[in-house]
């Protein structure tokens, strides 16, 4: 699975920016796609994730109600709204794929990753 990211840039504090994550090869076996971020000196933290069927979502508490993730499966995308953003989301933010391969006595699963895009929010 091979993730492309796009969309980060620079906006002022209460703006929005979309994000877009477009996957490629093993389509097929994406159950999960999900976007996370990370500051440095930090470690990458979960923003948001969505089932690929029945698109169930979570979402991290600091971004409940101002962001929002989508997915469209025939295009085989998947977005991140946000809405009313703050000084404290600016990070690179990392698309992430969970593939699922059939495996005994357990299926094997294995994350794969987009090159991140920056989001900056200026105060």
């Known amino acids: 699975v091979q993730l492309q990211a796009s969309g980060g840039g620079l906006v002022q504090a209460g703006g929005s920016l979309r994000l877009s994550c477009a996957a490629s090869?093993?389509?097929?076996?994406?159950?999960?796609m999900s976007w996370y971020r990370q500051t440095p000196g930090k470690q990458r933290e979960l923003v948001a994730a969505?089932?690929?069927?029945?698109?169930?979502?979570n979402y991290a508490d600091s971004v409940k109600g101002r962001f929002t993730i989508s997915r469209d499966n025939a295009k085989n995308m998947v977005y991140l709204q946000m809405n009313s953003l703050k000084p404290e989301d600016t990070a690179v933010y990392y698309c992430?794929?969970?593939?699922?391969?059939?495996?005994?006595?357990?299926?094997?699963?294995?994350?794969?990753w987009g090159q991140g895009t920056l989001v900056t929010v200026s105060s």
């Open positions: 992430n794929a969970r593939s699922e391969t059939t495996g005994w006595p357990f299926n094997v699963h294995k994350d794969n």
């Open positions: 090869g093993s389509i097929f076996s994406i159950i999960a």
């Open positions: 969505i089932t690929t069927s029945g698109g169930s979502t």
